[in-house]
């Protein structure tokens, strides 16, 4: 009996994938920042409050993603690439308030959810970076 094996050709290509994951996991990533910046962006339907320079601006209503008062929940999103050989994309902020995706303890301040809106907008821009030829 004779065999013909591929195997070294199958090591190739593998290696070829592996060494091309962490930059695609990068640039996943860098949507999931694009995706945060357009899913807080805009403007929300809640209460309208007085800052204290004298403006105003209108708070997000329960089941919104939060309003933008500041800016720094919006645009201190960190891109990386996490995981064994940095392979996994994500993204994440240091911002105090970022539990406003689930409420706060005890319920006084209800779920303004974010974080799947976010996924569910970078989704098709990551599949199409994983769906490029190796």
Request: no cysteine; net charge positive; charged share 25%.
């Amino acid at each position: 009996m004779k065999a013909i094996g591929i195997e070294a050709r199958v090591k190739e290509i593998e290696n070829n994938i592996r060494s091309q994951l962490p930059s695609r996991a990068f640039r996943a990533a860098n949507e999931l920042r694009n995706a945060s910046l357009e899913v807080l962006g805009g403007s929300r339907s809640g209460r309208t409050y007085r800052t204290p320079l004298g403006g105003s601006y209108t708070a997000s209503a329960p089941g919104e993603p939060p309003a933008v008062r500041t800016g720094a929940l919006r645009r201190l999103w960190k891109p990386l690439a996490t995981g064994a050989g940095g392979i996994n994309p994500a993204i994440e902020t240091d911002v105090p308030y970022a539990w406003l995706d689930e409420g706060s303890p005890g319920g006084k301040i209800k779920p303004r959810p974010y974080v799947k809106k976010i996924v569910e907008t970078a989704m098709p821009a990551i599949d199409a970076i994983y769906s490029e030829p190796y």
